[in-house]
């Protein structure tokens, strides 16, 4: 599996994770002139701003760490950017989704999901 598959994979699964626990998606993928969030969901009383970073088993950096200051300000804006076009008015929440992509006995494909709410 190529990284941009993974990476699609890995967004994908967390969208049906969320779905599964109620949020609805209301977007994927925006983009803004600040940068891109991968999954923006609704509950009842947020508007849920979800960084996904997929990585192998292994891997040196977790998704949280590379997340760093930088990131968070850019995502950050974008957030603002959607409230402010779409007129949103619930309470902001920003998550992070580390997808973990391993081999499994059989050779094929597994994913491990650690969903972490209101990082900052």
């Given at each position: 599996?190529?990284?941009?598959k993974?990476?699609a994979e890995?967004?994908?699964k967390v969208a049906n994770?969320?779905?599964k626990?109620?949020?609805?998606?209301?977007?994927?993928?925006?983009?803004?002139k600040?940068g891109e969030?991968d999954?923006?969901a609704e509950?009842?009383e947020?508007?849920?701003?979800?960084?996904v970073?997929t990585r192998?088993e292994?891997?040196?950096v977790s998704g949280?760490e590379?997340?760093d200051?930088f990131?968070?300000?850019r995502?950050?804006?974008?957030?603002?950017?959607?409230?402010?076009?779409t007129?949103?008015e619930?309470?902001?929440?920003?998550?992070?989704?580390?997808v973990?992509?391993?081999?499994?006995a059989d050779g094929?494909i597994?994913?491990k999901?650690?969903?972490?709410e209101?990082?900052?």
């Amino acid at each position: 599996m190529n990284i941009g598959k993974t990476g699609a994979e890995g967004e994908r699964k967390v969208a049906n994770f969320l779905q599964k626990r109620g949020y609805q998606i209301v977007k994927r993928n925006f983009v803004s002139k600040y940068g891109e969030i991968d999954i923006i969901a609704e509950t009842k009383e947020y508007v849920v701003f979800v960084e996904v970073k997929t990585r192998k088993e292994n891997s040196l950096v977790s998704g949280v760490e590379a997340i760093d200051a930088f990131k968070q300000r850019r995502i950050t804006l974008t957030a603002n950017d959607y409230i402010a076009k779409t007129e949103c008015e619930k309470q902001p929440r920003f998550d992070i989704a580390e997808v973990t992509v391993f081999e499994k006995a059989d050779g094929s494909i597994g994913f491990k999901l650690n969903y972490i709410e209101n990082v900052w």
